[in-house]
């Protein structure tokens, strides 16, 4: 669900003389001493100012503030009308809030996607396709093992694309959230390869993905959010981008692409996966040093940006994940470096995928069509 524009605090990461797309992501986080309510405050004022119409939601919190943060999304954004998906992303610095990314879109017809009386989705049209973003999605029934929850969320996935005019084959972009990763991580990629084996993707490759380990609201194994995109216009194309410097993922198992680009309504969107630190051959990379894992996880991401001519100003969205939430000041130093403290990025202190991987990161940028 990547988008052109991207509002942080207070600075937007746009080249000068850009004109404005109706698509935007706004990404608040708690400033020092703040209340989680000026958060959300903010977020309806930059939203107001944009005439933005929010299509999805993602919180990352502590479950044990769910209710103060609820209430405050409520008394700032009125009753969610839109897909929220809840992640128990804990911030790095003891605050009850990690961060929001809030999609939104200014000037275009939205309508919502329900399962059962809960609001799943949003679909809007640019120029040239049809875009539906999905949020807090899950299992039926909790009860059952991990493996059949996952069977189970991607049946539901595709109910509410179905209701949506879309198919799973449409989808480019998935966040799955489980509950207790590293204890079933093996499973769970042997029940999403061989459901994704039974299906033809319109772009001919696996959606660019993110697999985290994070507990949700629901009390779920897993809680997921996905993009599909369907054309209806010429010109409009979404291909898988290769990474420069690592091996394809299911090179070891896991079935997701480096990262996805759409072009689409005049716009570039390169969507790129959670990236971390692993050798081209796939192992994982410094193990135990958390600051080269951080360097060469930046590092693998400019190559990906620059085989599409965009750099790190192109960033319009990003969730840092850190095993330890004292390695984020390692990620810092990387920006300050570089001058791009004021990239939009919720910083999260969550489990990645495997034991020995100490920071994860994913991102959208944005450029306009060739």
């Not at 409520?74 to 809840?86: F, R, S, Y």
Request: proline share 5%; with cysteine.
């Amino acid at each position: 669900m990547s988008h052109p524009l991207a509002a942080g605090p207070q600075v937007v990461l746009l080249p000068a003389g850009r004109r404005p797309s109706p698509e935007f992501v706004l990404t608040e986080t708690m400033r020092a001493g703040e209340p989680v309510t000026a958060v959300f405050n903010r977020l309806a004022g930059n939203l107001a100012a944009q005439e933005g119409e929010l299509l999805s939601v993602m919180i990352y919190g502590s479950l044990a503030a769910r209710d103060e943060i609820d209430r405050a999304m409520q008394t700032a954004l009125g009753e969610a009308q839109w897909p929220v998906t809840w992640i128990e992303g804990f911030s790095c610095d003891g605050a009850p809030l990690a961060g929001v990314q809030a999609f939104a879109v200014s000037g275009r017809v939205v309508t919502r996607v329900r399962l059962g009386n809960r609001i799943v989705g949003s679909v809007y049209e640019d120029e040239g396709a049809r875009h539906c973003l999905l949020g807090g999605l899950g299992p039926t029934a909790r009860t059952l093992g991990a493996g059949a929850q996952v069977q189970q969320t991607f049946g539901n996935m595709e109910w509410a694309l179905d209701q949506a005019g879309f198919e799973l084959g449409d989808v480019v972009r998935t966040w799955f959230y489980n509950e207790d990763i590293l204890a079933w991580y093996g499973e769970f990629n042997r029940v999403r390869s061989a459901h994704y084996a039974t299906v033809k993707f319109r772009t001919g490759s696996l959606p660019a993905s993110t697999g985290i380990g994070a507990r949700n609201a629901a009390g779920a194994a897993l809680t997921v959010a996905a993009w599909a995109v369907r054309p209806i216009g010429e010109g409009v194309r979404a291909k898988e981008i290769g990474s420069p410097l690592q091996c394809p993922a299911p090179a070891y198992g896991s079935s997701f692409s480096r990262a996805m680009e759409i072009d689409s309504g005049g716009w570039r969107r390169l969507l790129v996966s959670g990236t971390a630190s692993i050798h081209p051959g796939g192992k994982t990379a410094w193990v135990g040093d958390a600051k080269k894992q951080v360097d060469l996880t930046m590092e693998v991401i400019a190559g990906i940006l620059q085989s599409r001519g965009m750099d790190y100003r192109d960033v319009t969205r990003a969730t840092a994940y850190y095993r330890d939430p004292s390695y984020r000041r390692f990620f810092n130093e990387w920006c300050a470096e570089r001058s791009l403290e004021s990239m939009p990025v919720v910083n999260t202190h969550c489990v990645v995928c495997r034991d020995d991987l100490l920071f994860e990161i994913e991102l959208d940028a944005c450029a306009k069509s060739e």
